[in-house]
Protein backbone atom coordinates (compact mmCIF):
# COMPACT_ATOMS: atom_id res chain seq x y z
CA UNK A 1 0.00 0.00 0.00
CA UNK A 2 2.60 2.32 0.77
CA UNK A 3 4.05 2.06 -2.79
CA UNK A 4 0.77 2.80 -4.40
CA UNK A 5 0.36 5.85 -2.41
CA UNK A 6 3.81 7.03 -2.98
CA UNK A 7 3.10 6.11 -7.01
CA UNK A 8 2.36 9.61 -8.03
CA UNK A 9 5.47 11.48 -6.62
CA UNK A 10 7.87 8.27 -7.99
CA UNK A 11 6.20 8.85 -11.54
CA UNK A 12 6.94 12.81 -10.68
CA UNK A 13 10.56 11.75 -9.77
CA UNK A 14 11.91 9.94 -13.36
CA UNK A 15 13.91 11.29 -16.07
CA UNK A 16 12.13 10.01 -18.41
CA UNK A 17 8.70 12.42 -19.59
CA UNK A 18 5.25 10.44 -18.93
CA UNK A 19 2.39 11.43 -21.05
CA UNK A 20 -1.53 10.34 -20.41
CA UNK A 21 -3.60 10.61 -23.65
CA UNK A 22 -7.19 9.75 -24.75
CA UNK A 23 -8.03 8.41 -28.15
CA UNK A 24 -8.34 12.13 -29.35
CA UNK A 25 -4.92 13.06 -27.84
CA UNK A 26 -5.98 14.61 -25.29
CA UNK A 27 -3.37 14.97 -22.65
CA UNK A 28 -4.68 13.85 -19.18
CA UNK A 29 -1.45 13.76 -17.14
CA UNK A 30 2.06 14.87 -17.66
CA UNK A 31 4.61 13.98 -15.16
CA UNK A 32 7.70 16.55 -14.09
CA UNK A 33 9.88 15.37 -16.95
CA UNK A 34 7.20 15.94 -19.07
CA UNK A 35 6.33 19.31 -17.78
CA UNK A 36 10.02 20.60 -18.94
CA UNK A 37 10.49 18.61 -22.06
CA UNK A 38 7.34 20.04 -23.65
CA UNK A 39 6.67 22.28 -21.60
CA UNK A 40 3.36 21.89 -20.10
CA UNK A 41 2.02 22.64 -16.51
CA UNK A 42 -0.42 21.05 -14.82
CA UNK A 43 -2.39 24.39 -13.98
CA UNK A 44 -2.70 23.95 -17.82
CA UNK A 45 -3.41 20.87 -17.71
CA UNK A 46 -6.17 21.82 -15.51
CA UNK A 47 -7.21 24.98 -16.67
CA UNK A 48 -6.56 24.12 -20.74
CA UNK A 49 -7.15 20.83 -22.44
CA UNK A 50 -3.88 20.43 -24.35
CA UNK A 51 -3.90 18.10 -26.96
CA UNK A 52 -0.66 16.53 -28.45
CA UNK A 53 -1.49 16.33 -32.00
CA UNK A 54 -0.35 20.19 -31.58
CA UNK A 55 3.04 19.37 -30.44
CA UNK A 56 5.76 19.75 -33.35
CA UNK A 57 6.65 16.03 -33.64
CA UNK A 58 7.88 13.90 -36.40
CA UNK A 59 5.97 11.15 -34.64
CA UNK A 60 2.94 9.95 -37.10
CA UNK A 61 0.19 10.76 -34.00
CA UNK A 62 -2.39 7.95 -35.87
CA UNK A 63 -0.02 5.37 -34.70
CA UNK A 64 -0.98 6.44 -31.14
CA UNK A 65 -4.92 6.23 -32.18
CA UNK A 66 -4.30 2.56 -33.65
CA UNK A 67 -2.59 1.63 -29.94
CA UNK A 68 -5.33 2.66 -28.64
CA UNK A 69 -7.69 0.51 -30.81
CA UNK A 70 -5.74 -2.02 -31.00
CA UNK A 71 -4.14 -2.36 -27.43
CA UNK A 72 -0.68 -3.03 -29.31
CA UNK A 73 1.85 -0.84 -28.02
CA UNK A 74 4.79 0.35 -30.16
CA UNK A 75 8.43 2.40 -29.73
CA UNK A 76 10.08 4.79 -32.36
CA UNK A 77 13.58 4.92 -31.61
CA UNK A 78 14.26 8.48 -33.26
CA UNK A 79 11.20 10.88 -33.55
CA UNK A 80 12.02 14.85 -33.99
CA UNK A 81 10.14 17.05 -31.32
CA UNK A 82 10.84 20.92 -32.42
CA UNK A 83 10.74 23.10 -28.52
CA UNK A 84 10.51 27.04 -28.83
CA UNK A 85 12.22 26.37 -32.39
CA UNK A 86 14.99 23.77 -31.55
CA UNK A 87 14.86 20.30 -32.64
CA UNK A 88 15.22 17.76 -30.02
CA UNK A 89 15.59 13.85 -30.43
CA UNK A 90 13.80 11.49 -28.52
CA UNK A 91 12.64 7.98 -28.40
CA UNK A 92 8.96 7.26 -27.99
CA UNK A 93 7.37 4.19 -26.26
CA UNK A 94 3.74 4.25 -26.51
CA UNK A 95 1.57 1.94 -23.83
CA UNK A 96 -1.83 1.12 -23.81
CA UNK A 97 -3.39 0.87 -20.04
CA UNK A 98 -7.23 0.83 -18.76
CA UNK A 99 -6.88 3.08 -15.83
CA UNK A 100 -8.54 1.63 -12.40
CA UNK A 101 -12.63 1.92 -11.66
CA UNK A 102 -11.50 4.85 -9.45
CA UNK A 103 -10.32 6.54 -12.22
CA UNK A 104 -12.58 9.19 -13.82
CA UNK A 105 -12.47 7.99 -16.88
CA UNK A 106 -13.71 4.53 -16.05
CA UNK A 107 -12.86 1.81 -18.31
CA UNK A 108 -11.75 3.71 -21.23
CA UNK A 109 -8.22 2.34 -22.71
CA UNK A 110 -5.43 5.88 -22.94
CA UNK A 111 -2.13 5.59 -23.75
CA UNK A 112 0.84 5.68 -21.78
CA UNK A 113 3.70 7.56 -23.59
CA UNK A 114 7.61 7.67 -22.31
CA UNK A 115 9.37 10.15 -24.10
CA UNK A 116 13.53 9.47 -23.29
CA UNK A 117 15.75 12.15 -25.00
CA UNK A 118 18.61 10.95 -27.26
CA UNK A 119 20.27 14.14 -28.51
CA UNK A 120 23.46 13.21 -27.39
CA UNK A 121 23.87 9.38 -28.54
CA UNK A 122 22.21 10.67 -31.59
CA UNK A 123 24.80 13.46 -32.12
CA UNK A 124 28.02 11.29 -31.15
CA UNK A 125 26.59 8.53 -33.63
CA UNK A 126 25.96 11.13 -36.47
CA UNK A 127 29.13 12.57 -36.06
CA UNK A 128 30.97 9.41 -36.02
CA UNK A 129 29.02 8.40 -39.17
CA UNK A 130 29.86 11.77 -41.01
CA UNK A 131 33.42 11.71 -39.90
CA UNK A 132 34.06 8.17 -41.56
CA UNK A 133 32.04 9.53 -44.79
CA UNK A 134 33.63 12.40 -45.43
CA UNK A 135 37.05 11.07 -44.73
CA UNK A 136 36.50 8.18 -47.37
CA UNK A 137 35.09 11.01 -49.63
CA UNK A 138 38.40 13.24 -49.06
CA UNK A 139 40.31 11.01 -49.18
CA UNK A 140 39.10 9.78 -52.75
CA UNK A 141 38.38 13.31 -54.29
CA UNK A 142 41.75 13.81 -53.18
CA UNK A 143 43.15 10.80 -54.96
CA UNK A 144 41.46 11.70 -57.61
CA UNK A 145 42.54 15.35 -58.44
CA UNK A 146 46.31 13.89 -58.02
CA UNK A 147 45.70 12.18 -60.73
CA UNK A 148 44.13 14.74 -62.59
CA UNK A 149 46.95 16.98 -61.66
CA UNK A 150 49.80 15.24 -63.24
CA UNK A 151 48.91 14.89 -66.91
CA UNK A 152 47.64 18.38 -67.01
CA UNK A 153 51.51 19.54 -66.04
CA UNK A 154 52.61 17.75 -68.94
CA UNK A 155 49.76 19.06 -71.19
CA UNK A 156 50.34 22.91 -70.37
CA UNK A 157 54.31 21.88 -70.56
CA UNK A 158 53.63 20.55 -74.35
CA UNK A 159 51.28 23.76 -75.18
CA UNK A 160 54.17 25.93 -74.46
CA UNK A 161 56.46 24.13 -76.39
CA UNK A 162 54.45 23.86 -78.83
CA UNK A 163 53.12 27.80 -79.01
CA UNK A 164 57.42 28.49 -79.53
CA UNK A 165 57.37 26.48 -82.65
CA UNK A 166 54.23 27.62 -84.37
CA UNK A 167 55.12 29.98 -87.76
CA UNK A 168 51.81 32.68 -87.13
CA UNK A 169 51.28 34.74 -84.10
CA UNK A 170 47.65 34.30 -84.71
CA UNK A 171 47.26 30.27 -84.03
CA UNK A 172 49.30 31.18 -80.59
CA UNK A 173 45.51 31.92 -79.52
CA UNK A 174 44.94 28.52 -79.29
CA UNK A 175 47.68 27.43 -77.34
CA UNK A 176 47.31 30.08 -74.77
CA UNK A 177 43.44 29.35 -75.11
CA UNK A 178 44.81 25.18 -73.56
CA UNK A 179 47.56 27.12 -71.44
CA UNK A 180 44.41 28.90 -69.70
CA UNK A 181 42.13 26.10 -69.32
CA UNK A 182 45.06 23.71 -67.34
CA UNK A 183 45.59 26.38 -65.27
CA UNK A 184 41.76 26.97 -64.34
CA UNK A 185 41.58 22.61 -64.07
CA UNK A 186 44.92 23.07 -62.23
CA UNK A 187 43.20 25.76 -59.39
CA UNK A 188 40.28 23.79 -59.40
CA UNK A 189 42.33 20.38 -58.50
CA UNK A 190 44.29 22.81 -55.71
CA UNK A 191 40.75 23.63 -53.96
CA UNK A 192 39.59 20.05 -54.07
CA UNK A 193 42.67 19.06 -52.60
CA UNK A 194 42.03 21.69 -49.88
CA UNK A 195 43.88 22.66 -46.53
CA UNK A 196 46.86 20.06 -46.26
CA UNK A 197 48.63 21.49 -42.80
CA UNK A 198 47.29 23.76 -39.93
CA UNK A 199 48.77 27.24 -40.55
CA UNK A 200 51.18 29.05 -37.50
CA UNK A 201 49.01 29.28 -34.63
CA UNK A 202 48.60 32.99 -32.42
CA UNK A 203 46.50 33.81 -29.49
CA UNK A 204 43.55 35.75 -31.52
CA UNK A 205 40.39 37.35 -30.64
CA UNK A 206 37.40 35.45 -32.28
CA UNK A 207 35.55 38.86 -32.80
CA UNK A 208 38.55 40.44 -34.36
CA UNK A 209 38.01 37.53 -36.99
CA UNK A 210 34.15 37.73 -37.14
CA UNK A 211 34.14 41.97 -38.13
CA UNK A 212 37.06 40.73 -40.94
CA UNK A 213 34.60 38.26 -42.27
CA UNK A 214 31.27 40.47 -41.94
CA UNK A 215 33.07 43.52 -43.67
CA UNK A 216 34.46 41.18 -46.75
CA UNK A 217 30.85 39.69 -46.97
CA UNK A 218 29.30 43.12 -46.82
CA UNK A 219 30.83 44.69 -49.75
CA UNK A 220 29.90 41.72 -52.09
CA UNK A 221 26.40 40.64 -50.97
CA UNK A 222 23.09 42.15 -52.43
CA UNK A 223 21.50 45.61 -50.27
CA UNK A 224 18.17 43.60 -49.74
CA UNK A 225 20.51 41.13 -47.27
CA UNK A 226 21.25 42.33 -43.78
CA UNK A 227 24.18 41.48 -41.62
CA UNK A 228 23.22 41.36 -37.34
CA UNK A 229 25.73 40.28 -35.04
CA UNK A 230 25.05 39.00 -31.73
CA UNK A 231 28.24 38.63 -29.86
CA UNK A 232 29.26 37.42 -26.25
CA UNK A 233 32.30 39.81 -25.50
CA UNK A 234 32.81 37.40 -22.29
CA UNK A 235 34.69 34.63 -24.79
CA UNK A 236 38.24 34.55 -24.16
CA UNK A 237 41.12 34.51 -26.60
CA UNK A 238 42.43 31.14 -27.25
CA UNK A 239 44.94 29.98 -30.04
CA UNK A 240 44.18 29.28 -33.70
CA UNK A 241 45.00 30.28 -37.19
CA UNK A 242 43.17 33.78 -37.57
CA UNK A 243 43.86 33.55 -41.77
CA UNK A 244 42.28 29.97 -41.75
CA UNK A 245 39.40 30.27 -39.25
CA UNK A 246 38.48 33.40 -41.35
CA UNK A 247 38.58 31.53 -44.79
CA UNK A 248 36.08 28.78 -43.03
CA UNK A 249 33.55 31.23 -41.34
CA UNK A 250 33.59 33.17 -44.79
CA UNK A 251 32.80 30.69 -46.47
CA UNK A 252 30.06 29.54 -44.47
CA UNK A 253 28.39 32.94 -44.34
CA UNK A 254 29.12 33.16 -47.91
CA UNK A 255 27.04 30.44 -48.13
CA UNK A 256 24.01 31.81 -46.47
CA UNK A 257 24.22 34.43 -48.40
CA UNK A 258 23.79 32.52 -51.63
CA UNK A 259 20.73 30.75 -49.84
CA UNK A 260 18.73 33.88 -49.46
CA UNK A 261 19.76 35.39 -52.74
CA UNK A 262 18.20 38.87 -53.09
CA UNK A 263 16.06 39.42 -49.76
CA UNK A 264 16.95 38.00 -45.87
CA UNK A 265 18.80 38.16 -42.43
CA UNK A 266 22.05 36.97 -41.76
CA UNK A 267 22.84 36.58 -37.83
CA UNK A 268 26.11 36.29 -36.36
CA UNK A 269 25.68 35.38 -32.86
CA UNK A 270 28.51 34.10 -30.65
CA UNK A 271 28.34 32.20 -26.77
CA UNK A 272 30.47 30.36 -25.12
CA UNK A 273 29.59 26.31 -24.68
CA UNK A 274 30.08 24.67 -21.60
CA UNK A 275 31.22 20.64 -20.92
CA UNK A 276 31.45 19.94 -24.94
CA UNK A 277 32.06 16.40 -26.83
CA UNK A 278 34.45 17.00 -29.51
CA UNK A 279 36.44 14.43 -31.37
CA UNK A 280 36.04 12.08 -28.58
CA UNK A 281 37.30 14.61 -26.12
CA UNK A 282 35.29 16.88 -23.13
CA UNK A 283 36.09 20.70 -23.46
CA UNK A 284 34.94 22.64 -19.95
CA UNK A 285 34.54 25.36 -22.60
CA UNK A 286 34.11 26.00 -26.03
CA UNK A 287 33.08 29.43 -28.05
CA UNK A 288 29.82 28.38 -29.77
CA UNK A 289 29.23 30.45 -33.47
CA UNK A 290 25.93 30.25 -34.94
CA UNK A 291 25.46 31.87 -38.33
CA UNK A 292 22.14 32.53 -38.66
CA UNK A 293 19.60 32.75 -41.99
CA UNK A 294 15.89 33.16 -42.69
CA UNK A 295 16.17 31.62 -46.27
CA UNK A 296 14.26 28.50 -47.70
CA UNK A 297 16.18 25.87 -45.38
CA UNK A 298 18.62 22.91 -46.24
CA UNK A 299 16.88 20.24 -48.66
CA UNK A 300 16.51 17.16 -46.98
CA UNK A 301 18.32 15.22 -49.61
CA UNK A 302 21.30 17.43 -49.16
CA UNK A 303 21.72 17.07 -45.61
CA UNK A 304 23.94 14.16 -44.87
CA UNK A 305 25.98 15.03 -47.42
CA UNK A 306 26.70 18.98 -47.27
CA UNK A 307 30.13 18.92 -46.34
CA UNK A 308 31.18 16.52 -49.02
CA UNK A 309 33.30 18.29 -52.00
CA UNK A 310 31.39 18.77 -54.90
CA UNK A 311 28.41 18.78 -52.70
CA UNK A 312 25.89 21.61 -53.80
CA UNK A 313 22.29 22.43 -54.10
CA UNK A 314 23.00 25.53 -56.21
CA UNK A 315 23.24 26.30 -59.96
CA UNK A 316 27.29 26.95 -60.91
CA UNK A 317 28.11 26.22 -57.27
CA UNK A 318 31.33 24.20 -57.02
CA UNK A 319 30.31 22.46 -53.73
CA UNK A 320 34.17 22.67 -51.88
CA UNK A 321 33.32 25.96 -49.88
CA UNK A 322 31.18 24.20 -46.95
CA UNK A 323 33.80 21.22 -47.58
CA UNK A 324 36.90 23.37 -46.88
CA UNK A 325 35.29 25.02 -43.86
CA UNK A 326 34.78 21.24 -42.38
CA UNK A 327 38.13 20.72 -42.70
CA UNK A 328 39.58 23.94 -41.38
CA UNK A 329 37.57 23.77 -39.12
CA UNK A 330 38.33 19.81 -37.91
CA UNK A 331 42.26 21.20 -38.24
CA UNK A 332 41.75 22.58 -34.99
CA UNK A 333 39.28 20.06 -33.23
CA UNK A 334 36.51 22.14 -33.97
CA UNK A 335 32.79 20.76 -34.95
CA UNK A 336 29.84 22.25 -37.40
CA UNK A 337 26.39 21.37 -36.79
CA UNK A 338 23.32 22.38 -38.95
CA UNK A 339 19.82 22.93 -37.77
CA UNK A 340 17.79 23.89 -40.63
CA UNK A 341 13.87 24.20 -41.15
CA UNK A 342 11.91 26.38 -43.78
CA UNK A 343 12.72 29.85 -42.54
CA UNK A 344 15.67 29.49 -40.75
CA UNK A 345 19.25 27.62 -40.97
CA UNK A 346 22.13 27.53 -38.37
CA UNK A 347 25.51 26.27 -39.16
CA UNK A 348 26.61 25.75 -35.41
CA UNK A 349 30.33 25.89 -34.96
CA UNK A 350 32.43 24.70 -31.46
CA UNK A 351 35.80 25.48 -30.57
CA UNK A 352 37.72 24.48 -28.13
CA UNK A 353 38.89 27.14 -26.11
CA UNK A 354 42.05 26.62 -24.55
CA UNK A 355 45.52 28.58 -24.42
Given amino acids: MGFQANAPAIIDNLLTAVLVVDAEL ?9 EQLL ?10 PVNLADADMSLDMSRIKRCIDTEQGFTDSEVQLIIDGIPRWVEVSVTPITLPSSAATTGHIQAL ?17 QRT ?7 LVRGLAHEIKNPLGGLRGAAQ ?12 EFTQLIIAQADRLRNLVDRLLGPQRLGERQVINLHSVLEQVRRLVAMDIPPGIRLERDYDPSIPDFEADPEQLQQALLNIVRNAAEALQEHGLITIKTRTAFQVMLHDHRYRLAAEIRIIDNGPGIPESLRDTLFY ?7 GGTGLGLSIAQDLIHQHQGRIDIQSRPGRTEFIVYLPLRR
Fill in 26 to 34: GVHFANNAA
Fill in 309 to 315: PMVTGRD
Fill in 161 to 172: LLERELPREELK
Fill in 39 to 48: PLSKRRLQAT
Fill in 133 to 139: QQQVARE
Fill in 113 to 129: IELRLIDQQKKISQELQ
